[in-house]
Structures are given as structure tokens and as C-alpha cells.
């Protein structure tokens, strides 16, 4: 079976703009979180779907946001991006929403913001 | 809130030696779970155990185990005869049982970077 995938796995982008990231859960998993990795906060919770609908979100802007389709494929958009948000962006599937499902990563897209 | 804190941001490891990274946590919930995550430098976290907390007995996968102290709130991870393919950032991460509001959060410590010796 097919690992989570992510695309793309390097974004340069520059001040200002936006960017969309995309995760590709396992087959079959419905539920996709998203968390951002930097060196000086570490790995941080930004938002959980499961079956279309957002049930968790964690302490990030309004400018961070993300929907799931019904193929439980994900996106993550970050608009008016600032340098602070150079960060790696990793998602996880896990195939129920709750502690149960185990949640499996993927390789992460690295986001550099000039 | 729940907060999880790894006290080594170091560790290094001769092979085939034993080594024990450590973590503590900080929670008022009775059920949660506990994991050990492994970052390598391609940078895929890759889950190494999991831990229920209602459950008493250590978890165990091959080489690795978990020394689980519920009322110290203690979660340290054991790599016994350790490979070079064990260097990576170890992650302690706390998940909140289903019926929570946070369960679908998974809540990581600062990590432990591993490095293995000849």
C-alpha cells in the first residue's frame, strides 16, 4: 500500500504571496492532520480533517487554512505568507479520526519564504 | 493543555550499545496514548512504539522498548544493540483519548537528536 504522499516537496516563495500544499492520505485513511516544523518552535499542530469536515485546529492565524475532498485528499493554503512561515509542512493520515488510528507521515514539503 | 518535554537534546551511542532517551509529560487526562517517532535525516517521521496508558505492561518492538511510569508521568524509550540506522531525531508525542476535543492532536516534545558511533 502506498505511503502518504505530498507534493510538492520543495517550495520557494516570496513575501506576500500564497501557497497551496497538497497530502495524499493512505488509501482508505479519512482522516489528514497537518503540523509545521521549524527549528524554533518545533513540530506544531495547525488543523485536522476528517471526512470533509475540520474537527480540530490548533493555535495558527487565520491567513492558515485547508479543506479535504472526498477522496480524503487534503490541501493545505497559507495566503500572505511571511518569512516566518518558512517551515517544514508535514501531513498524517490515520485511518479514523481518534487515538486508535496511528497516525502515519509523510515526507513533508519544505516551504523557504524570501 | 497537555505538554510533553524530552530534557536531552543530545544523545550519543556506540553500536551495539544500549541507550535510553527520556521523556516526560504533563497531563490531567487518565487515558491518552504515548508514541516515539523517529525523524532520520530524509526527514520522514516514522512511528517507533506506542503506548496506551490503561495498559501497564511496557511496549515493546524488537530492539526498542518503553520504560512507561504512569504516575511519574515518564515515558522513556530504550534502543538496545543499537545500529547506525538508528541516528535520527527521536520525537515524544502525546495523543488525548477519543471522547476529547484534542484527540485527533498529537502533541510533540523538542526531540532528541541520536547519534550513533562506531
Known amino acids: 500500500k502506498a505511503g502518504v504522499t505530498q ?9 506576500g504571496q500564497q501557497v497551496t500544499l497538497s497530502c495524499s492520505p493512505i488509501s482508505g485513511h479519512r ?4 503540523y509545521q516544523q521549524t527549528p524554533g518552535q518545533g513540530l506544531q499542530f495547525l488543523f485536522e480533517y476528517f471526512s470533509e469536515t475540520q ?8 491567513r492558515f487554512s485547508g479543506r479535504q475532498f472526498s477522496n480524503s ?32 507521515f509523510g515526507p513533508g514539503t519544505r516551504l523557504t519564504v524570501l | 493543555a497537555q505538554t510533553v518535554t524530552q530534557s536531552q537534546p543530545e544523545m550519543s551511542v556506540q553500536e551495539a550499545e544500549t541507550v535510553t532517551l527520556s521523556c516526560t509529560y504533563d497531563t490531567s487526562e487518565s487515558d491518552y496514548y504515548l508514541f516515539w517517532y523517529k525523524q ?16 501497564q505492561q511496557n511496549a515493546t518492538e524488537n530492539r526498542f522498548s518503553v520504560n512507561f511510569q504512569k504516575a511519574a508521568k515518564s515515558f ?4 538496545s544493540d543499537s545500529q547506525l540506522g538508528d541516528a535520527a531525531m527521536y520525537f515524544c508525542a502525546y495523543r ?3 471522547n476529547t476535543g484534542t484527540a485527533s492532536k498529537l502533541t510533540f516534545g523538542t ?3 541520536l547519534q550513533v558511533t562506531l
Open chain 1, 7 to 15: 507534493t510538492p516537496r520543495y517550495l520557494i516563495k516570496t513575501r
Open chain 1, 31 to 34: 482522516s489528514v492532520s497537518w
Open chain 1, 55 to 62: 474537527r480540530n485546529k490548533g493555535n495558527f492565524p487565520g
Open chain 1, 73 to 104: 485528499r487534503s490541501e493545505m493554503n497559507v495566503s500572505t505568507l511571511e518569512l516566518g512561515d518558512s517551515a517544514l509542512y508535514l501531513c498524517a493520515s490515520s485511518p479514523t479520526s481518534g487515538p486508535r488510528g496511528e497516525q502515519f
Open chain 2, 40 to 55: 532520520p535525516p530524509s526527514r520522514q517521521m516514522i512511528l517507533v512504539i506506542r503506548q496506551e496508558a490503561y495498559k
Open chain 2, 76 to 79: 522513556s524509550l530504550k534502543i
Open chain 2, 96 to 98: 488525548s483519548p477519543l
Open chain 2, 111 to 113: 526531540g532528541t537528536r
